[in-house]
Structure formats: C-alpha cells, structure tokens
C-alpha cells in the first residue's frame, strides 16, 4: 500500500512545483519547498486518510512549508531581494509578451489573491477543497475568487493603458 501512495505523491509533483512557483516566485527556492513537503508527505502518510483527497493534502503541505519559510525570513532577514522578481518574458513573439503582462499582473495581486486563483482557476479544485487547504470558509473563497478575479483584470487593464 505505501508503494501506491508514493506513486500517487509523485504524480503530484508537477501540481506541488507549479504551485510553490506561484507562492515563492523562485524556482529553487519553490523546488526546495516542494522537497521539503515531499519529505514531510513521506515522513506522514499514516497522516493522509485514504479516500480523502491527496491532491488537497499535498497542496496544504506545501502552503505549510512555504508559511514556514516566510516565518524564518521574517526572524532572519536576507539583504538579497532579487529572488523576489521573476525574470521577464523574451523578446519577440507577441504571446510570450502578452503571457509575461499577465503573469506580471498577476504577481502584483496581494498573496491571498494569488493563492485563491492558482488553487481554484490554475489547479482546478473545487471551492470546499480550496477552503480545506486554506483553512477558510467556502464563503471566504468564493469571496476571494471574485475579489481575485477583478483585481486581476484592473491590473491587466492599468498594465495595457
């Protein structure tokens, strides 16, 4: 049985990555945090109750390990802030521009917002699963999904005018 569970944790990784990426907004940093929850996943499996959602499991370890970075920072600052920005689109093809405007649109939202969109719109998990992983109301997400939502589109539309 441990064995289909490491399967289905791996199968994960892309999401886990994805998501990290989204929060730290630095690949190796994301990547050691996705390690660090993979390790964590690894270490609890008699925590995950079988039947109920991995995926959701997986994400909340991540957030968890993220929120734990941000703790560390917090009491230890780092003078180095260049992890913060991510690098910007090539130059050439109109896509890839207009895909680095949304993405830089999207990095100026507040955190909450960020984080209601990559779990809902990006992963595709429903309300109640988000709320589970953020430890909310379903109410407070759907909030936020709207909130989210606009915030996005005026950053888009302040972007392009």
Known sequence: MASTIIESIEKEIPRLRRFARYLIRDAERADDIVQQSLLRAVDETDAWQPGSNLRAWLLALVRNCYIDEVNRARQHPVADDAALHGQSPGEG????????????????????????????????????????????????????????????LRACVDQAG
């Open 93 to 152: 093809q109109e896509q890839q521009i207009a895909l680095g405007e949304i993405r830089d649109a999207f990095l100026r939202l507040e955190e909450e917002h960020r984080e209601i969109l990559l779990l809902v719109v990006v992963e595709g998990l429903d309300y109640q699963v988000a709320a589970d992983i953020l430890m909310i109301p379903v109410e407070t997400v759907r909030s936020r999904l709207s909130c989210a939502r606009q915030a996005l």
